[in-house]
């Protein structure tokens, strides 16, 4: 791929390998450096360092070789499926799985583990690294998420989260006390101090819109919310709860999470924040209509094991 742009005079300062990040949103920081540091990036015609600061005007250009494409080897991992039909697949997954293959995991992925109960995926939809996966969760939330298992199956679940017919409801346990409904109406792109993070306004934002419910409160220190997305952009719940004050307990990238949680628990509870290891985020419904019958279906969760843990000690803890 070759790009070429101008510097703005937003860009009038800054180092290079920052203002190429942002035209390059798919690549991390590291792999522009290396690029530039191979020579694949002129500024006005001569190879610069990274550290080098750009001037209003100056004409970027870049020869960046697409990534190689990964195999997605099936791999014997058990999985939970609340539904299977011949068109979509609804499946739990657990917390410290990532969804499909990237840089840092190759291997041990949700995709993985699907093709190995499902060998037909291979091929649905348009990414051979994703083949059936419509939407994401995290690493470290946990919950329910629906699979195509055909062509037409994709692309119909793509236009309803697009459209935003299709409902994704989260629990989570936020530090604080929040009011007891709201929506978040506010954009969110790519963090201009670290790549690998999210923030409202940020680089390139997009709309996003989060809806949330208080179902109980612990005392003023914690909550249990019921969240619905809107819209379904990278890390949403998070960047927004963080936003408004009440960052997701146990989120070690937003908010402090995980160091609030542990603070403003008992001391007899820190223990037990402090075991969680992971963000308190669990997708528990799910609806859509359904590809091939054309009715609409819902599917609910319980609250996995260590949320349930959380929330009885917080209930036993009589925090007012």
């Given at each position: 791929?070759?790009?070429?742009?101008?510097?703005?005079a937003?860009?009038?300062?800054?180092?290079?390998?920052?203002?190429?990040?942002?035209?390059?949103?798919?690549?991390?920081?590291?792999?522009v450096?290396r690029?530039?540091?191979?020579g694949?990036?002129?500024?006005?015609?001569?190879?610069?360092?990274?550290?080098?600061r750009?001037?209003e005007?100056s004409?970027?250009?870049?020869?960046v070789?697409?990534?190689p494409?990964?195999?997605?080897?099936?791999?014997?991992?058990d999985l939970?499926?609340?539904?299977?039909?011949?068109?979509?697949?609804v499946?739990r997954?657990p917390a410290g799985m990532?969804?499909h293959?990237t840089d840092?995991?190759?291997?041990?992925?949700l995709?993985?583990?699907?093709?190995?109960?499902?060998?037909?995926l291979?091929?649905?939809?348009?990414d051979p690294?994703?083949p059936?996966i419509?939407?994401r969760?995290?690493?470290?939330?946990?919950g329910?998420?629906?699979?195509?298992?055909t062509?037409?199956?994709?692309?119909s679940?793509?236009a309803q989260l697009?459209?935003?017919?299709a409902?994704?409801?989260?629990a989570a346990?936020?530090c604080?006390?929040?009011?007891a409904?709201?929506?978040?109406?506010?954009?969110?792109?790519?963090?201009t101090r670290?790549?690998?993070?999210y923030?409202v306004?940020?680089?390139?934002?997009?709309?996003?819109v989060?809806h949330?419910?208080?179902v109980?409160r612990?005392g003023e220190?914690f909550?249990l919310?019921d969240?619905?997305?809107?819209t379904?952009r990278?890390h949403?719940?998070r960047?927004?709860?963080?936003?408004?004050?009440?960052?997701v307990?146990g989120d070690?990238?937003?908010g402090?999470g995980?160091?609030?949680?542990?603070?403003?628990a008992?001391?007899a509870l820190r223990?037990q924040?402090?075991?969680?290891g992971r963000?308190?985020l669990?997708?528990r419904?799910?609806a859509?209509v359904?590809?091939?019958?054309?009715?609409?279906v819902a599917?609910?969760?319980?609250l996995?094991a260590d949320m349930?843990?959380?929330?009885a000690?917080?209930?036993?803890?009589?925090?007012?």
């Open positions: 791929m070759t790009l070429e742009f101008v510097a703005t937003a860009d009038e300062g800054r180092r290079l390998d920052i203002v190429l990040s942002q035209h390059l949103p798919d690549l991390s920081r590291s792999q450096q690029h530039i540091q191979d694949r990036v002129r500024v006005n015609g001569r190879d610069r360092r990274s550290s080098w750009l001037t005007g004409a970027v250009w870049a020869s070789p697409p990534p494409e990964r195999r997605v080897d099936p791999e014997a991992v939970d499926f609340p539904h299977v039909d011949d068109h979509v697949i499946v997954k990532v969804v293959p840092s995991s190759t291997s041990g992925t995709v993985n583990a699907l093709l190995h109960h499902f060998p037909d291979n091929g649905v939809g348009s690294e994703r059936g419509v939407h969760l995290d690493r470290d939330t946990s329910l998420m629906m699979v195509a298992r062509d037409a199956a994709h692309a679940l793509q697009r459209d935003r017919s409902t994704r409801v989260y346990i936020v604080g006390s929040p009011p409904s709201g929506t978040i109406d506010a954009p969110i792109g790519r963090s670290d790549r690998t993070k923030t306004g940020g680089d390139r934002q997009r709309d996003a989060t949330y419910e208080v109980q612990y220190k909550a919310l969240v619905q997305l809107e379904g990278t949403q719940i960047v927004h709860l963080t936003h408004i004050g009440h960052a307990a070690a990238t937003y402090k995980d160091r609030r949680a542990v603070e403003d008992p001391p223990p924040f402090a075991a969680v963000q308190l669990h997708a419904r799910l859509f359904h590809p091939s019958s054309g009715e609409r599917f609910d969760d319980d996995p349930q843990r959380i929330a000690a917080l209930r036993g803890a009589n925090l007012g």
